[in-house]
Structures are given as C-alpha cells and as structure tokens.
C-alpha cells in the first residue's frame, strides 16, 4: 500500500484540491488527509509549521472533507483516510464524525489516541476504524491489542520520535510480528523520504506513506507531482 | 480502558502510543516507591533538609485588619528555589534515580518548575533540559539565568503562542524521541496518566502539613483558597481539606485583561472539555476546536488546560473556581509586599486577590490562602512595565 499525507486546506483550498486530486489520479491506494490542530504534537517542524500557517487561516472540516468525497467519487477505488488529533473528532462529536464523513472513510489517524484509549471514542459513537499504531518499543501485548482491528491497515512508527525525523528507522521485527497477527498490510511512516525508503518499506512491511517530503511540496504543485511521480 | 486513568470523566492518556510502554513502566515505579519506605524516608529527609520543609503557616496580622478576615498563608513562597514547584521535582528526580534513567527534560511558564527540575537535577548528577516558550524566557529573564547557572540547557521555544502550551508541546515531542533514556518532570498535575496523580501525590505535603499546622493552632480554616493554573499548588493544599465538607475551597483563575477571546486564561470559567497534552479536561478553544489562545499577566497562569483533578472537582461542586484580573492580582501583589514585607509571585496573588476583591464573603472567616510562590523573578517585569 502506497501513500500519502497531506494537510486539509493547505495552503488554501484550491491547492489542496489540486494535490488530493493528483494523488488520485496518480493510482496510489491511499491518501491521508490531514485536519489541522493547533498542537501538533506528533508531528515535526515542517508539517507543524504547515499546519501552524492552516490554523492561523481557519480551519473548515466541512470544507476539507467536501473536498475528500469529490475526489473520491471522481477516483473510488483510492481508500481515503484522516490524520488528526483526538480534539477535533470529539469536538466535532464522534459519532457525528462518523455518520458524515464515514461513507467515504476507511479509517482515521489518530496520533495521540494509543490502542488502549480507542474504546473511549468507539463508547463515545466512533464507528469508522481506528488505524492502529505499532511502534519500535511495541510490546507483545501491545501488538496482541491490534489484532482484531476493522482497520485497512497497521501504522508502523518506524523511529522514536516525530513526522519528518532524520533519525535512521529501527532495526527489528515489530512490524512482521504485527503483520501476522492481523493479517493486514502495515504501512511504514515516520522518516520515509526517498524511493530507496519507499521500496524498502514496502518489501519489509508491505506498505509505506509519505508525509513530510510531499507536505513540504504542496504550495508547488509541479514539484509536488514530480515527487509523487517517482513511486507510481 | 482502565477506570485508574481518570478523574471522574477526565484524565486519560491522549498520547502517542511510542510513549505508551514509558507511561506503563512510571506508573509501575511510582505505584511501588509510594508505598517503599526507604524511598519515602529518602525524599522526606530531602524536603526537610534541602528544600526547608515544613512551610510556616503564617497569619498575616495586619492584612487581617484591612481585609476584615483572618488571613493565614502557607509560605511555599519560603520552599528553596522559591516556590512549590520542588516539592514535585524532587520526588520525580528520586523516581527517576529508581528508574534507572539520567536525563530529565521539563517544560517551564513562569520559570519556577525550570528552575526547580535544573535545581533536582544537579544534586542528583542528572541531565536536564528544559523548554520554555521565547515570549516566557523574557518575561522571566532571571529564571532563565538560574536554571543555565544550575547546569541546565534552556531551549527557547518558537512555535504557537511561545508560552507554556507551547513548550508543553516541544517537551512531549523531545520525551517521544528520547524515551528510552529520558524521564519527562511534568511539572503541573496535567498530562496523561499517572502525571496527574503522581504530581498531586508529591505536592499533598502542603495540605497535609498546613491541615496540622492549622489544628495546632487551634482551628480548621473556614475557606482554603490557591491560584489555579495547570493546578498543581492548588491541588496540593486542597487535599488536606477536602474531606472536611465544612470547609469552602476556591480555586482562582487568571481572569486576564477581559473575557474576550485571547485576553483570559480562564479554563474552567471560559472552557469547555477537551483534550490536550495526554488528558481530558477543560480546555480554552476556539468554535473549531483549535485550542485558543490565552493571556495572564503571570506566566505561570497562562496555559489554556487545567488538571483533570480540578475538573472533576468542579463538576462535583466540592470547588468553587473564580477568577481575578490582572490589575486585581497586580494589587494584592503590592498589597502584601507593602503591608506584610512579603513579595509574592504574581501566580499566588491571585489568589490573594479573590480574597481581597471578595472580602464582604469572606469577613469574620479564617482563610487559608497558599502562598505558592515569592516573586523575586517578576520584579524586573513590574518595575519595568511601570506597573508599580
């Protein structure tokens, strides 16, 4: 599985648009969107920045996730996801998050929702599911935690540390382990920047997305294509 | 989802799973050093000896008679480092030690839990960073300096408002890239599980001993009132007065310049529950759910979160949180400088100030306010603001 992040309304809607579209278009098999918070915690300079420079020009989920259902009656085979941090779903309301948007979600991206707060938003009305992390200190607990995920994949953390890390990803068999226990693909974020990286992600886990390299390309929408291009 | 997390409906750990593991081993070592007795005994001899605990409970006799009350103050403003904040470093340095680990890193507002982590930190032989939003680093120059002069590296936070949130931000990504190595002084009773409980646990020394004092002296303070920013002094002399249904307890908020949006730090008069830095709580934001910005003339009051043990004890109604402005906390500030010789941080004289805008409620009463801190490091700000 192949594919992308990139931030919800930025740098305006029109560009937005444009990105979303060409990620479609280009035949990934899915694109994360993501819904700017104002505390990014999990994410580094660069996507905090852009998501720093989207707060500040108002943030319109509606508008966003119109955006997302045009795009995926125009391509409906792209599984279409959202990236974005516990306050706004529960301010939204969970369950009407759910029921506006979960037609055209296969699953959402939670940051600072670990695997064992997932109940506190399903109880709450959260019906889309919840793609569930896996990291390089995972324990084996942690992993059996995930294994009966709805999710269309696994999110392998490869490195500690934030979006857009130079640290190298770590070296071990979290990402296999969990693989076989959900039998689903687990898609490698997290530092992933080049095609080697890609590749290598996608022979070890079977998956990889791409954030921070494409974030930093969405105000220019050529070298944003020309970067994407080289993973179709 | 284990009922332990949480606070009544809040608390909780909204963090990102890496720190999941470090999470699960904190509360395992705190779990079994509150109930070890060496390590109690280590940290009590540690607050006695080095930090100057127990704290007087002064009455403030000449307050009293302008105010029409009995004024009492539990003088954590006496506490080395000059404030509560090391009731709290020192028993998480000592968990730390336990832990096995030898770099803290910490967030700081106002400067006193920088200080305080730097101040842990050096006696231990630790490592210590400490983030602090650029807008707090100039507001609180001489902290900056203490903390570099205790060892510490000092990040100057450029990201959002460059204050505590922000720096609360910066410290949660560096824990996530360091955990392994590193334990994270949380320096309020906000964040996930078991932060919350931890930090009230280290800081109930205050209510416990003014709870004492108090009975020594012959009496029960008719109200408890302390400032109420992330929480962690408040919760601390609340907790020795909480059973006692008699007594009134206030928890005062900075109520800024004015309720508009931007000019308060108003969480719980102004907020609404939401989730930031790991737990469910009351929270300052926007129509769109962006955490909104917030001002208070103290640095250490301007965070738009509050603990969620302050939640649940507002929704329960065992709290009453109120609010002064800044000019109304500025007031009380030179009040008690100039008719107790005593200088407070402008955090404490919020809650000074409650009590002195309020005085009609509280006359003829026996008031217990904690003095959470002496202002020593906001009276360059003053003096050069013209405020005094």
């Known amino acids: 599985m192949r594919g992308f992040y990139i931030v919800g309304g930025y740098p305006d809607r029109e560009q937005f648009k444009k990105c979303l579209n060409a990620v479609a278009a280009a035949g990934f098999e899915f694109i994360e969107v993501g819904i700017p918070f104002s505390e990014p915690v999990a994410d580094g300079p660069v996507i905090a920045s852009a998501i720093h420079e989207a707060v500040m020009n108002g943030v319109d989920i509606e508008a966003i996730m119109s955006d997302v259902r045009e795009m995926k009656q125009k391509s409906p085979s792209i599984k279409a996801t959202v990236m974005t941090y516990a306050n706004i779903i529960h301010g939204y309301g969970e369950k009407k998050f759910s029921d506006d948007f979960g037609d055209i979600l296969s699953g959402v991206i939670i940051p600072d929702l670990p695997t064992r707060m997932h109940s506190w938003m399903t109880d709450k009305g959260l019906s889309i599911p919840i793609i569930p992390f896996v990291t390089p200190v995972s324990r084996d607990e942690d992993i059996e935690a995930v294994k009966d995920t709805k999710a269309p994949f696994v999110y392998y953390i490869s490195i500690m540390g934030v979006t857009g890390s130079d640290k190298k990803g770590a070296v071990n068999n979290k990402a296999d382990i969990a693989k076989k226990l959900t039998s689903k693909p687990v898609v490698t974020g997290f530092g992933i920047r080049t095609k080697e990286d890609a590749e290598r992600a996608l022979n070890a886990t079977g998956g990889f997305v791409i954030g921070t390299e494409v974030v930093k390309r969405q105000k220019d929408f050529s070298e944003f294509c020309k970067y994407i291009e080289q993973f179709r | 989802m284990d009922k332990k997390m949480f606070f009544g409906e809040y608390g909780g750990q909204f963090v990102p799973e890496t720190l999941i593991p470090a999470l699960d081993e904190l509360e395992f070592w705190y779990n079994k050093l509150k109930k070890d007795d060496k390590f109690k005994a280590e940290l009590d001899t540690l607050l006695r000896s080095y930090a100057g605990r127990p704290t007087p409970v002064y009455k403030a006799e000449n307050l009293s008679r302008e105010l029409g009350c009995e004024l009492y103050l539990k003088r954590e403003d006496l506490m080395h480092t000059g404030a509560h904040k090391v009731n709290n ?114 800081q109930s020394v205050i209510g416990i001993e003014a709870n004492a004092q108090c009975k020594e002296l012959g009496f029960d303070p008719d109200c408890v009132v302390a400032c109420v920013g992330g929480g962690s002094n408040a919760i601390g002399i609340f907790q020795g007065f909480l059973d006692n249904q008699k007594i009134e307890i206030f928890g005062v908020e900075a109520g800024g310049v004015s309720d508009k949006d ?7 008069g102004m907020g609404k529950p939401g989730i930031l830095h790991g737990a469910f709580s009351y929270l300052v934001q926007t129509p769109q759910f962006q955490v909104a910005d917030v001002h208070s003339i103290s640095a250490g009051l301007d965070y738009p979160g509050i603990g969620p043990a302050h939640a649940a004890l507002n929704d329960s109604g065992r709290v009453k949180y109120g609010y002064v402005r800044d000019d109304e906390a500025l007031n009380a500030f030179k009040m008690l400088t100039r008719k107790e010789g005593i200088i407070p941080a402008l955090e404490s004289s ?25 202002g020593d490091k906001d009276m360059a700000a003053i003096l050069e603001r013209g405020l005094i």
């Open chain 2, 262 to 268: 931007g000019e308060h730090a108003r969480t719980i």
């Open chain 2, 350 to 374: 919020h809650a000074l100030a409650y009590v002195i805008e309020n005085k009609e409620q509280f006359k003829g009463k026996k008031v217990l306010v904690n003095l959470s801190g002496r």
């Open chain 2, 89 to 202: 470093t020192l028993g998480q340095a000592l968990v730390t030690k336990y832990m096995g680990k030898n770099r803290v890193i910490a967030e700081t507002g106002a400067g006193q839990h920088g200080v305080a982590s730097a101040t842990a930190a050096a006696l231990f032989g630790m490592e210590c960073t400490v983030f602090m939003g650029e807008v707090d680093a100039r507001r609180q120059e001489p902290n900056v300096k203490r903390m570099e002069l205790l060892g510490a590296e000092v990040v100057r936070v450029q990201d959002g408002q460059r204050t505590l949130k922000d720096a609360t931000n910066a410290a949660l990504r560096e824990w996530v890239a360091s955990v392994e190595t590193t334990h994270y002084i949380i320096g309020s009773i906000v964040g996930p599980y078991p932060f919350p409980e931890m930090v009230a646990y280290f």
